[in-house]
């Protein structure tokens, strides 16, 4: 008898079937201390066109730069109504919206400070494994010197940042390009995990 690998699998069609009751918008009630935002944009396959069918999760720190997680034993505040995670998905024009507070820095390698970022993880269609990318914030403290974003090529860094949204405020903008140009940024930056 031989035993032969399985192939592997996409994330398929039915993706938000076992998902949907767990999406979470909302990653900070309004008793939460910090500065609250929401971040939207649109997520575009490599043809430019919208992913109808993605899947968008989130994980950051709160406004002291603590997780909400057992394991971040740090002495910082953490408040109840503070989840740090969420995770939404896209609708038929590729659109994702989220609301939370602006995280605080926390601990990088060597010591350092990491600059207000959120982590990102995107599954979709035609994927073989999920992807991780980051988001940051335009001017935050501690960009210039982020031992993550030092990593980036200066020309694409600006894939990482969101972007304010005219006319509202308190809302960020920031794309989700799989591949080639789409979304006006320029194909996203993802990392390796």
């Known amino acids: 008898m031989s035993l032969q690998m399985t192939a592997s ?10 998902t949907d009751w767990l999406t979470i918008p909302n990653l900070a009630d309004g008793k939460v201390g910090g500065e609250r935002i929401t971040i939207e944009g649109r997520m575009f396959d490599g043809n430019g066109s919208p992913v109808p069918d993605g899947l968008v999760e989130i994980w950051q720190a709160n406004a002291h730069g603590k997780y909400a997680h057992p394991d971040d034993t740090r002495d910082l505040p953490l408040e109840s109504g503070f989840r740090g995670f969420g995770r939404v998905p896209t609708d038929g024009n590729g659109f994702f919206r989220f609301t939370t507070i602006k995280p605080g820095r926390v601990p990088g ?6 600059a207000p970022h959120i982590a990102v993880t995107i599954f979709a269609r035609g994927l073989l494994k999920h992807l991780v990318s ?19 090529p200066a020309e694409r860094r600006g894939t990482l940042i969101a972007r304010p949204v005219a006319g509202k405020a308190g809302v960020l903008e920031w794309n989700i390009a799989m591949q080639g140009e ?9 990392f390796d995990v």
């Open 9 to 18: 699998q996409t994330v398929g069609p039915y993706l938000h079937i076992g």
């Open 109 to 114: 390698p060597g010591g350092s400070l990491q």
């Open 134 to 152: 980051r988001i940051y914030f335009p001017g935050a403290e501690g960009n210039a010197d982020d031992p993550v974003l030092a990593m980036v």
């Open 182 to 190: 789409a979304g006006g940024q320029g194909e996203t930056v993802f």
